[in-house]
């Protein structure tokens, strides 16, 4: 046996018991010929007092972290430590054994505030994940998936394994290819998400599943976005309607959150905001609810203006209440971060009212009486605020002023603090423009177009609305789902309208194609993604954070050292061979 008690458990009951503890050495100290140990496991820290001369000699051999096993008393400590809930005792060793010594020079301090390069962080991660801060968001990871899976068969939903070897299909992101050995030439796809397999399970009769799913897709890392795998609670179900999916995510996502936070929770029904009014007033489908900012459209306002800038342009404005209060530095600096590269605006005009309703800096000189009483009757401009205004085509527009309202909240400390903000994007467009100019699916392909058959018979394709939605918290994408299209004859006309020929369908969606002609009930679901859940719930800025092995910002995993390069042999036996680029 290696312990009777953990490191954290024991308190002042326990005095005079005789304990046998293992853990890491945090700290080593020496006090009046006194030697004492910070003892670390999982569970907490226990003071360890080493009073015997030759265990003294032997603790000095023991560099910090090295695992170790001590037998010894339970003893009152004289001078307590009540801020850790161990300090009101130690343990006075009898016995010290080394389990595992720590050989090597630690790359960095474990369990302190002193900052350390990330990537030295991903390299010796197992050393990183002894960090408390760290291995609690592990904890936290584990205890919010068994919450997940408890609220599920609650619910009645089956949960159902689909495979990891898959077919490619498009559903918005690069595949991963699996070269096939015994198929020469022929590749499976890693799945981006269990979509085809969800609906078929439906057309098998399964009237609710669900699965924590790990999900596999080539794209950029982001602070938010893990590169290449993820996970998320799919869930899928049988004769159901959009309400139906909407009080599921109302009763499992607040019922988790208020599990593990003491930050105030939305409580269902959540807020529904259709795409284009989340554009319209929040320049983004993701809107962080907790910023009071919205953004209106000023266009009209200035019309018969003399303002070149804004001649023939969309002209959307962010009205600041207080924004006057601010000085000329706020602003300038408000359109240095306009002008950079990943806002993309050419300038951010802007211009203040002060306590008595004069106006003055910024583009004042063009705000004539008639446009200034325009903006204080119709879009409730009021003293002591500040107006800043984006002006270009349509799109970019919105885009802009979105990135600036999201800026504008934070520099200007706007963030309601403490609290999640859920809110669902619902109908969203079936399709959008690809930067060919051709029409392509803006969300799910396998989604239900509002309207059926006749609206895609009749309806410029640009105008079609899905039933389509995304749940949205603190202006996180939070799950994204859809009532599904079931129709063979509505799915061969929705692929029609992007490009694919009825043959095209039956060779890259042969299974759902086919099954489909089986007697398909209407079903639908969604996916909340459970790495960004916990991100949220840790209060976490960085999705690596709540991940026990995340790859780096380059989806490079450091300390496995993936992606690697592989035997010639290896290539030849699934039929590959590498073209080295000049």
């Known amino acids: 046996m290696y312990r009777t008690k953990t490191c954290g458990e024991l308190t002042i009951k326990n005095i005079n018991e005789e ?3 293992s853990g890491w050495i945090q700290k080593i100290r020496n006090l009046g010929g006194m030697e004492f140990i910070d003892l670390r496991d999982e569970f907490g820290i226990t003071q360890i007092i080493i009073s015997d001369k030759k265990l003294q000699e032997q603790v ?3 560099p910090k972290e090295s695992c170790v096993h001590v037998k010894g008393k339970v003893v009152e400590r004289s001078s307590k430590n009540l801020k850790m809930p161990t300090g009101e005792i130690e343990v006075t060793a009898t016995e010290i054994e080394v389990l595992g010594v720590c050989k090597g020079t630690l790359p960095f301090e474990i369990n302190t505030d002193q900052e350390v390069r990330e990537d030295l962080r991903l390299q010796y991660r197992f050393l990183d994940l002894r960090n408390e801060k760290l291995h609690q968001n592990i904890l936290l990871r584990s205890k919010i998936l068994k919450t997940l899976r408890d609220k599920m068969d609650e619910l009645n939903f089956t949960e159902i394994q689909t495979p990891i070897l898959a077919n490619s299909s498009p559903e918005g992101a690069r595949d991963y290819l699996v070269p096939s050995r015994l198929n020469p030439g022929e590749f499976y796809a890693l799945p981006q998400a269990p979509q085809q397999f969800k609906q078929l399970l439906m057309v098998s009769g399964f009237n609710k599943y669900y699965q924590i799913a790990p999900c596999f897709r080539d794209e950029d890392p982001r602070a938010d976005r893990a590169p290449g795998e993820f996970y998320q609670l799919d869930f899928e179900m049988s004769f159901a309607t959009q309400e139906d999916v909407f009080k599921v995510i109302e009763d499992v996502i607040p019922y988790t959150f208020k599990k593990f936070t003491n930050w105030e929770v939305d409580e269902g029904p959540f807020l529904r905001i259709p795409y284009k009014e989340a554009m319209e007033k929040y320049g983004i489908d993701k809107p962080d609810l907790r910023n009071p900012l919205i953004i209106q459209d000023v266009t009209k306002a ?6 070149r800038a804004f001649a023939g342009k969309t002209i959307k404005a962010i009205v600041v209440p207080e924004g006057a209060k601010q ?5 300038d600096k408000m359109g240095d971060f306009a002008t950079t590269e990943e806002v993309g605006a050419k300038g951010l005009a802007w211009t203040k009212w002060d306590e ?3 106006i003055s800096g910024g583009i004042s000189k063009f705000i004539t009486e008639d446009i200034k009483k325009i903006l204080e009757e119709e879009y409730e401009v009021k003293n002591n605020s500040a107006i800043f205004f984006i002006a270009d085509e349509f799109e970019k527009a919105q885009k802009i002023a979105g990135l600036v309202r999201i800026e504008l909240g934070k520099r200007l400390n706007l963030i309601q603090k403490n609290v999640y903000k859920f809110c669902f994007i619902v109908d969203f467009p079936m399709y959008e423009l690809s930067d060919e100019g051709t029409i392509d699916f803006s969300h799910n392909p396998f989604s239900m177009p509002q309207g059926g058959l006749e609206a895609l018979n009749t309806k410029d394709p640009l105008d079609v609305l899905a039933y389509q939605y995304d749940l949205v918290c603190n202006g996180y994408e939070m799950a994204s789902g859809a009532v599904r299209n079931h ?5 061969i006309k929705a692929f029609e309208i992007a490009g694919y020929a009825e043959e095209d369908v039956k060779n890259r969606f042969g299974a759902l194609y086919h099954a489909f002609q089986f007697g398909t009930p209407p079903h639908a679901g969604a996916a909340p993604g459970v790495d960004r859940m916990i991100m949220l719930i840790a209060d976490s800025q960085n999705i690596r954070e709540i991940i026990a092995f995340p790859k780096n910002k380059k989806a490079r995993d450091l300390l ?5 390069k592989v035997e010639e042999q290896q290539l030849n036996d699934v039929h590959i061979k590498i073209n080295e680029k000049e």
């Open 327 to 331: 000085g000329r530095k706020f602003f």
């Open 560 to 564: 496995m050292g993936a992606p690697s």
């Open 356 to 358: 008595n309703g004069e």
């Open 19 to 21: 304990v046998e503890l």
């Open 487 to 491: 129709n063979p004859e509505i799915m």
């Open 302 to 307: 200035f019309k018969n203006s003399d303002f």
């Open 60 to 62: 000095k051999e023991y």
